[in-house]
């Protein structure tokens, strides 16, 4: 069965500096992977996604995220974390197999950034 | 202007009734969801739809009930039969169950 993991619940990192937030996922076959973004009391937004091709994929908001086939990893980062980057992210994957495979979310990873 | 609806913003559920929460889609997407987020807990799949008249049980699904006369709407009801209500509501839609997902803004359901 497909999963994903965020091993961190909360990341906090200084303003200026780059920001990782870590996702590893579980699947058979070749993943679809995303990323996305929550700010308080609002509904999730689409920050990008991996389906095939270059393993280095961008996305909104200077967000990119690095697919790693052998580590089983596809983390978010960025160069260089602003204060309103504050938020909850999530990670979803899902695998190639069927036609009714869901989208699996994360937990959530909060992400302060510190001024 | 297309996007996803959610009513209402916040909705008040006294003990033993049935309320329910609006999803509204203009993006002509087939498949709708409804997700459930507890603090701690990330979300969690109540329904999903793949087309109209057609939906299935997510992983939460007792205490729910769903509908799906059309495509763009999918109405979610909390029965009283659901005893521990309170939570974030989000509706999502998209292409289809493999396609990129995008997300309602949210109905808080409290309990009085």
């Known amino acids: 069965a497909q999963s994903v993991a965020q091993p961190e619940d909360q990341v906090n990192v200084a303003e200026g500096n780059p920001l990782t937030v870590k996702c590893t996922y579980s699947v058979s076959g070749n993943p679809y992977l995303f990323w996305y973004v929550q700010y308080p009391n609002r509904g999730l937004q689409f920050l990008l996604k991996?389906?095939?091709?270059?393993?280095l994929v961008k996305g909104s908001y200077g967000f990119e995220a690095e697919f790693n086939k052998s580590q089983t990893s596809f983390h978010l980062k960025k160069p260089s974390a602003l204060v309103s980057d504050s938020a909850l992210y999530f990670c979803?994957?899902?695998?190639?197999?069927?036609?009714?495979?869901?989208?699996?979310f994360g937990k959530g990873t909060r992400l302060h950034i510190l001024p | 202007d297309g996007g996803i609806t959610q009513s209402p913003k916040y909705l008040f559920r006294k003990e033993g009734q049935n309320v329910t929460l609006s999803c509204e889609q203009n993006?002509?997407?087939?498949?709708m969801y409804w997700y459930r987020q507890d603090p701690g807990q990330g979300l969690r799949l109540i329904y999903y739809?793949?087309?109209?008249?057609?939906?299935q049980k997510g992983d939460i699904a007792e205490g729910y009930s769903v509908s799906r006369e059309k495509k763009e709407s999918f109405p979610l009801t909390v029965t009283s039969a659901q005893k521990n209500p309170t939570a974030f509501y989000l509706c999502?839609?998209?292409?289809?169950?493999?396609?990129?997902?995008?997300f309602g803004p949210g109905t808080r359901l409290l309990v009085l």
């Open positions: 739809s793949q087309i109209v008249n057609d939906f």
């Open positions: 993006l002509n997407h087939d498949a």
């Open positions: 979803a994957v899902r695998g190639p197999s069927g036609r009714d495979d869901k989208i699996i």
């Open positions: 991996y389906i095939t091709g270059d393993n």
């Open positions: 999502a839609s998209g292409r289809g169950l493999q396609e990129t997902q995008y």
